[in-house]
């Protein structure tokens, strides 16, 4: 599974109308019977360029990558289509927005943060962020985006398309999300660097 695949699934996972073994990655939906479901596919990737950078004093090569990345939805009538558009579109701008259940750092099994280990303070601080459903506190939130190497400003939904599948037996109804992006892969080399050199006189 892509790393795009796996954080998107994550994204959706408990806040769509469809159980969570009914998201998953692939290109296709097997077997029928899962309908409606959601599959996430990386269906697009091509490298831009690579720099060398320093993380904790130890060098990464760090390469950037276009991406497109479709979420499709794979149901048999229309009122699942839009229950499922609906909550995809409002978990995108959700994300886009940094409301704090997109927070790395949000565990949504017992609504804590995972910094503080106690209560989001998105549900207990009352304030003009939190109007927004965003957490209050910048130092404790680690956005979507942040926490899967995507610069913000690259995303965009660029299409939701309906591909509808009319098979004889069953129509399958199909609407695709296409998702592009900018990401970052890092690769540790290893090695500290160094700001000076330090001369054994003992040598001298």
């Not at 565990?107 to 965003?134: M, P, V, W, Y």
């Not at 992006?181 to 003992?202: T, V």
């Amino acid at each position: 599974m892509h790393i795009l695949e796996k954080a998107f699934i994550d994204l959706l996972r408990n806040y769509l109308p469809v159980s969570n073994g009914k998201i998953f990655a692939g290109s296709r939906y097997i077997p029928n019977d899962l309908t409606p479901c959601v599959t996430v596919q990386m269906s697009d990737e091509s490298f831009i360029r690579k720099h060398y950078v320093e993380i904790d004093n130890i060098q990464h090569s760090r390469a950037l990558y276009d991406a497109s990345v479709w979420i499709n939805i794979w149901c048999n009538t229309e009122e699942e289509r839009t229950n499922l558009i609906d909550a995809i579109t409002l978990r995108l701008h959700q994300a886009e927005e940094h409301h704090y259940t997109t927070c790395s750092n949000y565990i949504f099994d017992s609504s804590k943060c995972g910094k503080t280990n106690e209560c989001c303070e998105a549900l207990t601080s009352h304030n003009g962020r939190t109007n927004k459903g965003q957490c209050p506190n910048i130092l404790n939130y680690t956005s979507f985006f942040e926490s899967n190497n995507i610069p913000k400003r690259t995303f965009h939904i660029n299409s939701v398309t309906d591909l509808d599948e009319l098979d004889p037996s069953e129509p399958i109804l199909r609407t695709i999300f296409r998702l592009e992006m900018q990401y970052y892969s890092f690769y540790r080399i290893g090695g500290e660097l160094y700001d000076s050199i330090n001369i054994d006189e003992g040598l001298l």
